[in-house]
């Protein structure tokens, strides 16, 4: 059975995302790897990895950071086995463009696919969460719009929501369109949808909110 996706809004890694990443924690248990890949290389991926590593063990997990295949003199595959046994891999916010990039680039996008359907978990966070849907806007390129990995399949994510963006939301064509605001989002999981976090999320087009707590079927 695929293990859960958890889309969040951003504004990850604080004291409010507590609550829902120990339920996450608790659906996917095992080692937490955190992969960086939204941040530039260097001293912002480290920071993003340190503060997502901090988090998780304050949490009880045993978390640590997946070496980031970009650098220069990375051996290909390193980053893949440090996934392989994990319960939970965790991709932090920063730019979706990068993330896409570096997943798809180093073959890691079908690691992450594999993972999941093997019962493994999945956390993202506003870019994190952008990519995990079936397509993802790219902010950078106009906006613009790019497939996904396709483990929330059929969603669209809309970060750090709090109204309108008219942008955006011209350049999105099918799917189910969620507006997850920061510390907030959904965990996916046995066809299921379920709001999680300190906010209620948007269903944008259908002009409606899913409240913390309640589940609809996922897409």
């Known amino acids: 059975m695929p293990g859960p996706v958890c889309l969040q809004g951003g504004g990850e890694f604080s004291a409010a995302c507590s609550p829902m990443d120990a339920e996450l924690l608790e659906r996917a ?16 991926h480290d920071r993003a990895a340190a503060h997502g590593v901090s988090h998780f063990r304050r949490l009880g997990a045993d978390a640590f ?5 970009r650098l220069p003199g990375a051996r290909e595959g390193d980053a893949a086995l440090a996934l392989e046994g994990v319960g939970l891999v965790v ?12 997943l798809t680039s180093t073959g890691l996008d079908d690691v992450l696919r594999d993972h999941v359907q093997s019962g493994g978990g999945v956390m993202g966070a506003s870019a994190g969460a952008m990519v995990l849907g079936s397509w993802t806007v790219l902010p950078e390129e106009g906006p613009a719009l790019a497939p996904g990995l396709g483990l929330a399949e059929g969603v669209v994510v809309v970060p750090h929501w709090h109204g309108a963006r008219d942008e955006w939301l011209a350049v999105i064509g099918e799917g189910l369109v969620l507006g997850l605001p920061e ?14 976090g300190v906010r ?16 609809l079927p996922a897409p």
């Open 65 to 69: 950071v997946v070496p980031d295949p």
């Open 29 to 44: 248990p095992g080692p937490v790897a955190v992969l960086a890949l939204a941040a530039r290389p260097g001293a912002e």
């Open 200 to 215: 209620d999320v948007r269903l944008i087009r259908e002009r409606a909110d899913l409240s913390v707590g309640h589940t």
């Open 91 to 102: 991709l932090p916010g920063g730019s979706p463009a990068r993330l896409l990039d570096a």
């Open 183 to 196: 510390e907030s989002g959904v965990i996916v999981e046995d066809g299921r949808m379920t709001a999680v």
